[in-house]
C-alpha cells in the first residue's frame, strides 16, 4: 500500500471532478479496482468529439449505412432553406453537418453510460456549423428545454484593425431617422440568413442531445459548444426535465413533426422551431476599443412567440419597428440580459452594449 492508497474516496472524487475530462477518466478506470469503481461517479464532465454521432445512431442500436447517414444529415440545411425561404437561400452556402457515422462506441450517449452520477455536462464538438461570406462573423447561444426557449445571435460583416475609409452616408448622423431605416433594409435579407442558419444549428444540436439527457436523469447543467467558438446550447435542469416529460408522454417534438409535416426530410435531424419574435438592432459601423472597427454588427435576440399574434399563418417574416406593447420596457430589459450572458465582455461585449442602445425592429417568423 502507497501513500496515494490512503486517500480517501471523497478526495479521490474532488480530483476527478477536476480532471473532467472524460478519456482520461476512462483510463483512470484502468488503473485499479478503486479507480474503476470511483470513476463513474465522477459529477463534473467534459466530452471532446472528433465528429457529431446521431443520438439514433449511436444509441439506438441500428445498422445503417453510413452513406444513407452522412446524405441525411448532408441534407439538412439545403432542404430548409430550399423549402422555408428559396429567395434567401441564394445568398447563402450553408455548410452540412459533419457525417453522421454508426458506430456505438464512439457516440456520446455510449460512452457516458458509464457514469450514473453526472450533473454538469460539457460537449465541445469539432466544428460550427455555419458557412459565411468571406470576413462574416456569426456567434450565438441558444437555450432549449423541449423546444427552443431563447436564442441571442451576433454578426458581423466584417472586423477590422484600422479605420474604414468613409461612414456611410445613410444614418451617418445621430437622429436619421430614414437613413438608419434604410440602411437597416438594404442588408435585411443577409441578416435573416444569418439568423435562420443560426436557428437550424441550435436545433440540430439540441437534437444531438436528446438521447443523453434521457439518460442522464442527474444532470443539473449541459453545455454544447464547438471548438471553433461559433455557438453554444445550453439547457438548465428545468428544461431537461421538461424534455424527458415530453418523452415521457410520447409527444416528442420530433414526432409532433412528423404527424404535421409527413416527416419531411429537414425535419428529421433536429428539433422543430416553433413560432419565434425576433428583435434586431443594428449599426453600419460600430467603433470598438483598441482601434478595431466592426462593419454591419447585427444583434438579434429570438424568443418563441407568445401564441398567434396576428392569426395569419401564411407569410413567411413580417417586419415593424419595436413598440407598442405595455411590457416593452420588460422585453428590452430581457434583451439585455440575454445577450450580455451569451457574449460577455471583450469585444463581443463591447459590441452588444453599443448596439442595445440603439434602435431596434420586430421580425416575427412561422415555425419551420
Not at 480532471?19 to 466530452?47: E, G
Not at 425561404?85 to 457516458?112: D, G
Not at 437550424?200 to 436523469?217: D, F, G, N, T
Not at 460600430?286 to 407568445?306: F, H, I, Q
Request: with cysteine.
Amino acid at each position: 500500500m502507497d501513500g496515494f492508497d490512503q486517500l480517501p474516496d471523497a478526495l479521490i472524487l474532488q480530483i476527478f471532478n477536476s480532471v473532467s475530462d472524460i478519456k482520461t477518466l476512462i483510463r483512470c478506470r484502468a488503473v485499479s479496482r478503486r479507480f474503476n469503481s470511483l470513476a463513474p461517479q465522477t459529477d463534473s464532465l467534459q466530452l471532446r468529439v472528433d465528429r457529431v454521432i446521431s443520438s439514433d445512431s449511436g444509441c439506438g442500436g441500428g445498422d445503417d449505412d453510413e452513406d444513407d447517414a452522412a446524405s441525411s444529415s448532408d441534407s439538412l440545411l439545403l432542404v430548409f432553406f430550399k423549402s422555408i425561404i428559396k429567395s434567401l437561400h441564394e445568398l447563402v452556402s450553408p455548410s452540412p453537418l459533419p457525417a453522421l457515422r454508426q458506430s456505438h462506441s464512439n457516440s456520446p450517449c455510449r460512452i457516458l453510460r458509464g457514469f450514473d452520477r453526472v450533473r454538469d455536462l460539457e460537449i465541445e464538438l469539432p466544428s460550427g456549423d455555419l458557412r459565411l461570406e468571406k470576413g462574416a462573423v456569426v456567434k450565438w447561444r441558444a437555450e432549449f428545454g423541449r423546444s427552443l426557449r431563447s436564442c441571442a445571435i451576433l454578426g458581423f460583416r466584417a472586423i477590422r484593425y484600422s479605420a474604414p475609409p468613409q461612414l456611410p452616408v445613410a444614418g451617418a448622423e445621430p437622429g436619421d431617422v430614414l437613413g438608419e431605416a434604410a440602411d437597416f433594409a438594404r442588408g435585411l435579407k443577409s441578416r435573416v440568413v444569418w439568423t435562420i442558419s443560426a436557428l437550424i444549428a441550435a436545433s440540430a444540436r439540441h437534437y444531438l442531445l436528446k438521447e443523453v439527457v434521457r439518460e442522464q436523469r442527474e444532470l443539473e447543467r449541459l453545455v454544447l459548444r464547438d471548438r471553433d467558438g461559433e455557438g453554444t446550447v445550453v439547457m438548465d435542469k428545468a428544461g431537461m426535465s421538461e424534455l424527458r416529460a415530453a418523452a415521457a408522454a410520447h409527444v416528442s417534438q420530433e414526432e409532433e413533426d412528423d404527424e404535421d409535416e409527413d416527416g419531411g426530410e429537414g425535419s428529421r435531424n433536429r428539433t422543430r422551431v416553433p413560432n419565434v419574435r425576433m428583435r434586431m438592432r443594428h449599426a453600419p459601423r460600430l467603433e470598438l476599443n483598441d482601434g478595431v472597427w466592426a462593419e454591419g454588427a447585427t444583434l438579434v435576440v429570438v424568443r418563441p412567440s407568445m401564441g398567434d399574434r396576428d392569426g395569419d399563418e401564411s407569410s413567411g417574416t413580417q417586419l415593424g419597428r419595436a413598440g407598442g406593447r405595455d411590457d416593452v420596457a420588460e422585453e428590452l430589459r430581457e434583451d439585455a440580459e440575454l445577450a450580455t450572458a451569451a457574449f460577455g465582455e471583450g469585444l463581443y461585449g463591447e459590441a452588444v452594449q453599443a448596439l442595445l442602445k440603439g434602435r431596434s425592429y420586430i421580425l416575427e417568423m412561422n415555425s419551420f
